[in-house]
C-alpha cells in the first residue's frame, strides 16, 4: 500500500476516499486557506469530485505516494491535508479548514 495510515493521540493520516468528497469541499472552498496555494477555492462539490480524481486518486494508484487527509481521532471526518510531492523539489504543502487553525 502506497499509503499507510499514521495515528497519533488526536489525529488520523490516512487516504482521502470517495466518501470524503463533502469533507473535501469543505476544506478546499475556503478562500483564505486556499491564499497561496497554485489554485483556486472549489465552488461545487462537482469541482471537488474532479480535484479528489486528479490530485488524490491519481496519487494513490501509483507506486508511493504522500497526500493525507488530516482527520480528527474522535469521528475520523477530514478537516484538512498533507501532501509530500515525490518529484524534485519534493515540496510540502498542507491545509487545514480555518476554523481548526489553533
Aim: aromatic content about 16%; glycine content about 2%; proline content about 6%.
Amino acid at each position: 500500500m502506497n499509503i499507510p495510515t499514521l495515528e497519533t493521540e488526536k489525529l488520523i493520516l490516512r487516504k482521502f476516499t470517495e466518501e470524503d468528497i463533502d469533507a473535501l469541499f469543505l476544506i478546499l472552498k475556503e478562500e483564505e486557506a486556499s491564499t497561496f496555494l497554485p489554485w483556486y477555492p472549489v465552488k461545487s462539490i462537482e469541482e471537488t469530485r474532479r480535484f479528489y480524481e486528479e490530485r488524490y486518486a491519481d496519487k494513490y494508484r501509483q507506486p508511493q505516494a504522500y497526500a493525507y487527509a488530516i482527520c480528527r481521532k474522535s469521528d475520523n471526518f477530514p478537516i484538512g491535508y498533507i501532501q509530500v510531492d515525490m518529484e524534485e523539489p519534493h515540496d510540502f504543502g498542507y491545509g487545514l479548514r480555518k476554523e481548526f487553525w489553533h
